[in-house]
């Protein structure tokens, strides 16, 4: 597998700024672009950016003006942009190319795979940072690290060219043996902490803080296990406790992305998480009520922040 020499990454939000600035300042701007269509291109081309108060400048394009195969796409999107952005990839990849979604969830890969080959496609999730987004601003204290590893045979020449890029953009990993059990963890954590932020209208440190919301969200985790294991994941109890010490280093200030999505004003990404956790629930005959009341409790609150 050749060396991967340029990237391009779907989706601005907090983690396609957070690494793309660093493969950016480590391994150059003109490795680095961002895809997007030609409407929100035309809305975002002149925008500048800050991460840490720290002015940078990214390349975009769209799909049309990118005229050889990429070496590597990641895919930064939120879950109702998964689709979208799985269209876009059309043109700009080959056979060689490698694909990443670092999207919160366990289904993204499967998506993206309806119409890439899933040999090309590494499982990978982020997990540990706390960056926020305000507009063009991006601001974290803790960068946090991906965890990567093969789904399919014959994925290892392709996480050995990852790994070796990863190195050079001074972006931190680790590669799991067992990845899909890594992604199912950091599912509960996000079933957990993004969902209970939102329902509590509060941040890490008032979900992680002792009181009724730190217990419906441990319940809610706990939910996730049950399922889980239905689905032959093993998930435990001491899994949970260290996802909670991870959520307790984070600055309690900060809000998990969907809490922001609130404040924002956007719809959130609560099927990808109570949503994914009810279905496998239904299919599995188990009960998940405090998923479901989050759930329930989250759409009555998009529809009175969005209209919709």
């Not at 999107?77 to 269209?87: E, F, P, S």
């Amino acid at each position: 597998m050749k060396q991967i020499e340029n990237a391009v990454i779907v989706g601005m939000g907090a983690l396609g700024l957070l690494f793309g600035e660093k493969i950016q300042k480590n391994i150059g701007k003109e490795h680095l672009c961002y895809l997007m269509d030609a409407e929100r291109r035309q809305r975002h081309v002149k925008d500048v950016y800050t991460v840490n108060r720290e002015e940078i400048h990214f390349r975009t394009a769209t799909p049309e003006q990118i005229s050889t195969p990429v070496d590597l796409v990641i895919v930064a999107t939120k879950y109702g942009g998964l689709r979208d952005a799985r269209d876009m990839l059309r043109n700009v990849v080959s056979e060689d190319t490698i694909l990443v979604s670092l999207l919160n969830g366990i289904t993204s890969e499967e998506i993206l795979a309806e119409t890439i080959p899933r040999k090309q496609i590494l499982n990978a999730v982020a997990i540990g940072m706390d960056a926020v987004r305000d507009g063009t601003a991006l601001s974290y204290e803790n960068e946090g690290r991906w965890q990567i590893g093969t789904a399919v045979p014959g994925q290892e020449e392709r996480l050995t060219a990852l790994t070796a890029f990863l190195d050079r953009a001074g972006i931190a990993y680790e590669v799991c043996e067992d990845i899909q059990r890594a992604m199912w963890n950091k599912f509960m954590i996000n079933v957990g902490i993004n969902q209970t932020c939102m329902v509590y209208e509060t941040n890490y440190g008032g979900a992680t803080a002792q009181g009724p919301a730190l217990e419906e969200m441990k319940e809610a985790m706990r939910e996730v296990i049950r399922i889980a294991a239905a689905e032959n994941v093993v998930l435990t109890a001491e899994d949970l406790e260290k996802d909670l010490n991870i959520l307790r280093s984070l600055n309690p200030e900060l809000f998990p992305s969907m809490r922001q999505d609130a404040l924002a004003g956007r719809k959130s990404e609560v099927e990808l998480f109570a949503g994914t956790v009810i279905r496998l629930a239904e299919k599995h005959g188990i009960s998940v009520p405090v998923n479901t009341r989050y759930y329930e409790a989250i759409q009555a609150m998009e529809k009175h922040l969005t209209g919709k």
